[in-house]
């Protein structure tokens, strides 16, 4: 190497590096440096050549091997390297802030979080940026304190706090901030992680679990009590302290047409006072009862259905549910809220949850009340009962009697309870208990010498098993009945039977040879009557017709006057005869079809005076059993009457109907014609009775005592109501075949 030009120095590129170097020491007499490397041993190795000037024309040549260095500083790069791609491949943000506080790293992570790219943020104060206004005057009073103090709260720890993005939302993240020093300087280093995602979570489980803790609460109420009220508290405690929002809770139960506070927790003195108690239909409570539907409303400041007392509350939202049993609504539940807006769907259907739970509880608490109801009704009829009862056990020993078993034993509770069937001298009633116990229901029928009286009883005995939940017999019932006085009254009653079937013997015997009687008599009317009456008329009518001209007018009216009173006093007979007939003729009970026989009636009358204008009113399809041969004589007559008494009616009526009554049902026959005075209304079924002369309306005078005699006979009742030019009714009714 002695004598050789540095430009000859292998490799040649290190001879040019050397020379231009030399060149620039020379002419500028300072120090320079040369970086080589070179390959010994397949291996690279690294040199540093420091160029000393020692004259004008000499330097001298340092070279030390550099290769450990070398890879030093290349293992920094590469580290460095890493980091700033592991920092910048986060998934949190990793912020760097100097310590005024400006941002002086920002990686992706926290251009995503933020929404502030790393040149928009760069250089830019952290606080003003990322920092809600309400927390950068603390931001900033902890970092002065740190820099003078060297104390800080946040520092090396996780917290959770709120940030801000870019479009000025905040959300909630959770930071670790760290200081470091740095060449001489001090920076922060925060990592920032957005856990909106795990606080909604978090807050989700949260509520989840109060909502769970309200229906558990409830739902253990609910079955470990009956208890109405204490239910309804306890759910109303439980909705106002586990769920968000609700500020109040009134629970209303419908007794009658009012609304009664029956739970609450929340409501002042003044709400109770004035909103106890809520009468029908007022309020929103009351429109929840009547709709049997949920309320929701957001804003009670524009509710119409929310009373004075809510607005005293400060409710500003409310949910009203009714509450039903058996389908019907029977109270509700209202929640309050001093917030607008206060309620979602999923508070919504937690609460129907909770609805369902203290319908449990009110079907529960009725269940029990009706047992409770059922329990006194039995033990009432138990004590009350005038038949001696008594309980058996399996053993066959008495656990328990009522007064009258006493009574008819002539003995005392004390004395009754705890005897056993086994041990009593008298064994009568043995055999059907065991009957008994065996499931079987069985009767006795004896005699029982009574201990104190030492009178002779008649007892009826029956005995009934009671079975438990699985249907096995665990004791019996026993029924013992005094019958001596009904067993006395029983051969008394059996005795006046005998007595009375000869009395009916011999009356009947005695309406026969009546009837005979009668019968003779209708026949001795019908034809040694009309003889003489057919020959006046027939005698009349012959010297009126061959002696016309020689008689004069008065004769000739008298002879008129003769024939017209003979066929009246015929037409009496028929009309008596008719009336006898009545009562002995046989009747076949079939439908009748009472509208139609008006109908028929009425369509008769008008054929015979079609002139006659009359206004017509039958109920349709007016049906009943009864003879109908019967019922239309009846018809006829009452229809008659009316159409008769109604001839000097200028805007005649006629009405058939029907009417109910709590017994049975009533028909009517009612007319606009000329009335009667009520004062004799007892005189007009009696024959030959006229309330009105026969210049005014004909008539025979025994119409009505007919339509007496056929509705008596269908085991009805007529009678009648009327005013003299008003129009009269005539009410009857029939015994329902």
């Known amino acids: 190497m002695i004598d050789k030009k540095i430009q000859d120095v292998p490799p040649k590129i290190l001879g040019n590096k050397f020379k231009n170097a030399i060149k620039t020491v020379l002419k500028t007499s300072s120090i320079s440096a040369v970086d080589y490397w070179l390959e010994i041993n397949n291996e690279k190795k690294y040199y540093e050549a420091r160029l000393i000037p020692l004259t004008k024309h000499q330097i001298i040549i340092i070279i030390r091997n550099s290769t450990e260095a070398k890879k030093a500083q290349e293992n920094l790069i590469e580290s460095e390297e890493r980091i700033r791609l592991i920092i910048e491949n986060a998934l949190d943000a990793v912020i760097m802030i100097d310590e005024k506080g400006t941002v002086i790293d920002w990686n992706s992570q926290a251009e995503r979080i933020f929404g502030w790219t790393k040149k928009d943020i760069i250089g830019k104060t952290m606080s003003d940026m990322i920092i809600p206004v309400q927390h950068r005057t603390a931001h900033k009073k902890g970092l002065r304190k740190f820099l003078k103090t060297g104390e800080s709260k ?52 949260l509520r989840k679990n109060k909502y769970e803790s309200i229906i558990s609460s409830v739902t253990k109420s609910v079955h470990s009590s009956i208890d109405l009220a204490q239910v309804l508290q306890s759910a109303s405690d439980s909705i106002c302290t586990n769920m968000d929002g609700v500020d109040a809770v009134a629970i209303y139960i419908k007794e009658d047409m009012k609304a009664v506070l029956k739970a609450h927790i929340g409501l002042t003195n003044d709400y109770i006072n004035s909103a106890g108690i809520i009468p029908y239909p007022k309020g929103f409570t009351w429109k929840t009862l ?16 929310i009373g004075p007392a809510g607005i005293r509350l400060g409710t500003k939202s409310y949910v009203s549910l009714p509450l039903t049993y058996e389908g019907k609504p029977v109270g509700t539940v209202n929640t309050h809220s001093y917030s607008k807006n206060a309620f979602d769907d999923e508070q919504l259907n937690m609460l129907k949850i909770v609805i369902q739970q203290i319908e449990v509880a009110i079907r529960n608490a ?15 009829l138990f004590d009350q009962s005038p038949i001696g009862i008594c309980i058996f056990d399996k053993d066959m020993t008495i656990t328990e009697c009522n007064d009258s078993m006493v009574r008819i034993f002539q003995s005392s509770r004390d004395k009754i309870i705890g005897l056993n069937m086994h041990k009593l001298k008298d064994q009568t009633f043995l055999p059907i208990v065991k009957d008994a116990l065996d499931g079987k229901i069985a009767y006795h029928e004896s005699f029982y010498q009574a201990s104190t009286s030492n009178a002779k009883l008649h007892l009826l005995a029956s005995v009934v098993p009671i079975k438990d939940e699985a249907g096995n ?25 005998i007595d009375l079937e000869k009395r009916v013997a011999e009356r009947t015997t005695q309406l026969r040879a009546a009837n005979n009687e009668l019968e003779a008599f209708s ?81 008769e009358l008008k054929r015979i005076e079609p002139k006659r204008k009359i206004k017509i009113k039958i109920k349709d399809d007016v049906k009943v059993k009864g003879d109908h041969r019967l019922l239309n004589i009846a018809i006829e007559n009452l229809v008659g009457n009316a159409w008769k008494f109604t001839s000097k009616n200028s805007n005649p009526m006629i009405e058939f109907g029907v009417s109910n009554s709590s017994e049975n049902r009533i028909y ?43 509705i008596t006979r269908h085991g009805g009742k007529i009678w009648a109501e009327g005013k003299e030019g008003k129009g009269a009714t005539f009410f009857f009714t029939l015994t329902e075949a």
């Open 154 to 205: 946040i520092l090396d720890r996780r917290i959770e706090i709120t940030a801000l993005r870019k479009n000025s939302e905040e959300f909630p993240v959770e930071l670790s901030v760290s200081p470091i020093h740095m060449r001489d300087k001090l920076v922060f280093s925060a990592f920032v992680s957005d856990i909106t995602i795990r606080k909604k979570a978090e807050e989700d489980l």
């Open 290 to 305: 009547k709709d049997n539907k949920p309320i929701y409303c957001k804003d009670a400041g524009k509710d119409k259905h």
């Open 366 to 380: 009725n269940k029990a009340n009706e047992l409770k109801q059922s329990e006194q009704r039995y033990r009432t």
């Open 473 to 497: 017999v665990d004791s019996v019932m026993g029924v013992v009945e005094d019958i001596t006085q009904r067993k006395k009254d029983e051969n008394e009653i059996r005795s006046l039977n």
């Open 523 to 603: 026949y001795s009317v019908s034809h040694d009557l009309r003889s003489p009456l057919r020959a006046m008329d027939g005698f009349s009518q012959a010297v009126f017709e061959d002696y016309h001209d020689k008689i004069d007018d008065k004769g000739k009216d008298y002879l008129t006057r003769i024939r017209k009173a003979s066929q009246r006093m015929s037409d009496l007979i028929d009309d008596l005869l008719n009336l006898s007939r009545l009562t002995r003729s046989d009747m076949e009970f079939v439908d009748v079809n009472l509208s139609k026989l008006v109908s028929a009636n009425i369509d």
């Open 668 to 710: 009517y026959i009612k007319d606009n014609g000329a009335g009667f005075n009520m004062e004799y209304a007892g005189k007009l079924f009696g024959p030959f009775q006229r309330l009105h002369s026969d210049q005014d309306y004909r008539a025979s005078g025994i119409g009505l005592a007919t339509v007496q005699r056929v």
